[in-house]
């Protein structure tokens, strides 16, 4: 009677290791994406909220604030719920039908929402900002300041 041996060759776990390798290879990229893809609703809905809180100051001050401390931020600084973006704000005074009347009474404001830096989500090429006016207009721009609306909103 003859003993057999049992396991794997070394080409055999050579082989296989290369398998897992490549499908890696392919896998990790695509999961990267879909997790910027998922991370991008965080943008969205932080430039949604200060809107509706740009929206809320109105009713109040019968203008737009030029602050994101009056809209639910603290020191200068709005951060979306997940903490991958900042969100800033700009009332373009002066600009078309834009005017000013005082410190914190404007009609008009766009909110902008980036990737903070440092995260991952900085590494979004794709649609590196999103903004938002007082009518509803949605704009995304890509790292090249492309315009990328139709994509990432």
């Known amino acids: 009677m003859r003993n057999k041996v049992l396991g794997y060759t070394l080409i055999e776990i050579i ?61 200068g600084s709005l951060i979306s719920p997940e903490g991958y973006y900042s969100v800033t704000v700009a009332n373009n005074s002066g600009v078309g039908n834009c005017v000013g009347g005082g410190t914190v009474a404007y009609n008009c404001f766009t909110l902008t929402a980036t990737a903070v830096a440092g995260k991952t989500q900085a590494n979004d090429d794709d649609c590196a900002s999103f903004s938002m006016t007082q009518l509803g207009e949605r704009t995304a721009l890509d790292s090249a300041s492309n315009d990328a609306t139709s994509q990432c909103w």
């Open 15 to 75: 082989i296989v290791m290369a398998i897992v390798a490549l499908l890696a290879a392919v896998a990790v990229p695509s999961y990267q994406g879909q997790i910027q893809k998922s991370r991008r609703g965080d943008a969205l809905a932080a430039v949604t909220a200060a809107a509706a809180a740009q929206e809320r100051w109105y009713f109040q001050i019968s203008g737009y604030s030029d602050s994101v401390d009056n809209i639910g931020g603290t020191g």
